[in-house]
T-cell receptor, first 110, second 118 residues
Framework: DAKTTQPTSMDCAEGRAANLPCNHS???????VYWYRQIHSQGPQYIIH???NNETNEMASLIITEDRKSSTLILPHATLRDTAVYYC???????????FGKGTKLSVKP | DGGITQSPKYLFRKEGQNVTLSCEQN?????MYWYRQDPGQGLRLIYY???????QKGDIAEGYSVSREKKESFPLTVTSAQKNPTAFYLC?????????????????FGEGSRLTVL
């Protein structure tokens, strides 16, 4: 079973920041938070991951709360091509599969 | 370019027939995985292999078989024992079993194979 809870869907205006929340209240100390996205009928694509600290790369930023029970993926300037299903996943650093839940369907609108 | 290639992209099969889906990677990754995705659902792990000549069952292995004779290849056979085989199948790879163990956990996915049983 997925250890995360995400909203089923979200809308975002093109050019605005998209903030995708994820709850992982049962996360343990050695579990990382991963984000992937899947554009329709394609394979998922890795976005970012983190353990405790906030992370940023060329695609997105990951904000993890201090208690690590929730996180937010931020796409700073959403484009139409960011329309996809976004998966938040927690996984142990030493073992464990990546378990994909149903994710959040993000629709970026003009 | 490095990546994962799945073939065929679309496949139709009659009930009772076995079918084999191909997955090839040139990323020099040790670990490879097969996932199944049903409409509106997340991915479920079928089989994974952390090293050549070794593989383990995932969460939904019944009705499927795999082999890992070469590092770059991890074919999946959907057998007639699989009761509901119509689905989107995704192959992935990662460095040194990082998809399951220590490492970045980054999985590289192929473009998928869509199997329809007629």
């Amino acid at each position: 079973d997925a250890k995360t809870t995400q909203p089923t869907s979200m809308d975002c205006a093109e050019g605005r920041a998209a903030n995708l929340p994820c709850n992982h209240s049962t996360i343990s100390g050695n579990e990382y938070v991963y984000w992937y996205r899947q554009i329709h009928s394609q394979g998922p694509q890795y976005i970012i991951h983190g353990l405790k600290n906030n992370e940023t790369n060329e695609m997105a930023s990951l904000i993890i709360t201090e208690d690590r029970k929730s996180s937010t993926l931020i796409l700073p300037h959403a484009t139409l091509r960011d329309t996809a299903v976004y998966y938040c996943i927690v996984r142990s650093g030493s073992q464990g599969n990546l378990i994909f839940g149903k994710g959040t369907k993000l629709s970026v609108k003009p | 370019d490095g990546g994962i290639t799945q073939s065929p992209k679309y496949l139709f099969r009659k009930e009772g027939q076995n079918v084999t889906l191909s997955c090839e990677q040139n990323l020099n990754h040790d670990a490879m995985y097969w996932y199944r995705q049903d409409p509106g659902q997340g991915l479920r792990l079928i089989y994974y292999s952390q090293i050549v000549n070794d593989f383990q069952k995932g969460d939904i292995a019944e009705g499927y078989s795999v082999s890992r004779e070469k590092k770059e290849s991890f074919p999946l056979t959907v057998t007639s024992a699989q009761k509901n085989p119509t689905a989107f199948y995704l192959c992935a790879s990662s460095t040194s079993a990082s998809g399951l163990g220590v490492g970045t956990g980054e999985l590289f996915f192929g473009e998928g194979s869509r199997l329809t049983v007629l």
